[in-house]
């Protein structure tokens, strides 16, 4: 576990909840200031939290989730993920001894929870991972059932009405997430084994480029069949471990409806083949074109050959198109991949006009 930059051992329990409990003080701040560095990599001091107005209210608890996370990942990847934000403790949360690839993020005053949300659907390896906003309540009942668990007990609860509301209800169709992108019918088949599985029944979703997203949809041949296929959650294919999640035939026809079904590549093209346009991903929301051609100096680019993207509502996406002059300089250009632009290092896809346009024609 992090505590103020100390890397922990959790296994006993009753050492893990005395070194996080001066983060449940009451006192006048978020928590107390043990010696030493409040940061494992030794920076300089954060600045001092920002004054707040929250109408006579104290401010919210600096803390998120993290979803999707690898099941190897380790609380140093995780800090790295919010590098630049001042991160006071990292909980990997298990259940029944095993990571659940979630993980909660205390952070040092509340304004840094809106700069972590911005990491949304980022990547750690080959996952992306979803940032969402949390509960000092949630964080304490999560250290709480850390604590029992690592005792060999557990923590019971009684369900709500709200949450019994919402339990999902099997249909039939189970959603998959964390497939390795190589993933094929084939091998989705093989998981299931123990299921009569058609090829048809099971639909690989994919982005607007045509890549696989890590995420599929199968149809079993009934709710009992997907409620016990079930048992198969965070089991591996290859070194990834697949999420399974109740879903329905209308968020899977959606899915279909949306173009996000990768059932064979579109037009027989390589997602993969190098064209004249390379897409850039992970891009600081500062960047303008005038970056990008820096960025990319060694090619002549001009302002209209850099085409950045953003959401409905105006703000950018992180993401940008670059038609070069040639399949060739496009192809060297690829060189630059996961080279820093700013404090950012820049992923780079190859890509096509089609994709191109559609996001454009997307607000994206």
């Known amino acids: 576990m992090y505590y103020r930059g100390n890397y922990m051992d959790s296994g006993d329990a009753r050492e893990m909840g005395f070194k996080r409990q001066r983060i449940m003080d009451q006192g006048s701040s978020y928590y107390a200031t043990p010696p030493g560095s409040s940061y494992m990599y030794n920076p300089p001091p954060p600045p001092p939290p920002p004054s707040y107005s929250y109408h006579g209210q104290p401010p919210p608890f600096p803390v998120v989730r993290l979803r999707g996370l690898p099941f190897d990942c380790s609380e140093t990847e995780i800090a790295d993920f919010l590098h630049g934000l001042d991160v006071v403790d990292v909980l990997l949360v298990h259940k029944g001894g095993r990571f659940t690839g979630e993980a ?66 099997h249909t039939g169709v189970l959603w998959l997430r964390g497939l390795p992108f190589s993933a094929s019918k084939e091998d989705i088949i093989d998981f299931f084994k123990d299921f009569e599985l058609p090829e048809k029944s099971i639909h690989i979703t994919a982005t607007f480029e045509g890549r696989p997203t890590g995420e599929a949809f199968v149809e079993f041949a009934s709710a009992d069949d997907s409620r016990a296929a079930m048992a198969k959650d965070r089991m591996t294919i290859g070194n990834r471990y697949i999420e399974l999640f109740a879903s329905s035939s209308e968020e899977l026809e959606e899915a279909v409806s949306r173009g996000r079904v990768l059932e064979k590549p579109v037009d027989g093209r390589d997602p993969n083949e190098v064209t004249s346009i390379l897409r850039m991903r992970g891009l600081p929301f500062s960047a303008g074109k005038d970056d990008i051609m820096d960025f990319f100096k060694d090619f002549a680019l001009t302002e209209d050959a850099i085409h950045v993207t953003f959401l409905s509502d105006g703000r950018p996406t992180g993401e940008a198109f670059v038609e070069f002059a040639s399949t060739d300089d496009a192809k060297a250009a690829l060189a630059k991949d996961r080279m820093t632009l700013g404090s950012r290092y820049v992923e780079l896809f190859p890509s096509s006009i089609e994709d191109m346009n559609h996001a454009i024609s997307r607000g994206r």
């Open 104 to 169: 909660y993020c205390v952070l040092g005053y509340p304004l840094q929870v809106d700069f972590a949300l911005q990491r949304n659907r980022q990547n750690i390896g080959r996952r992306y991972v979803e940032v969402f906003r949390s509960k000092k309540e949630e964080y304490y009942k999560a250290i709480a059932n850390e604590v029992y668990d690592s005792r060999g007990g557990s923590v019971p609860r009684a369900r709500s009405a709200d949450e019994s509301k919402t339990l999902p209800e």
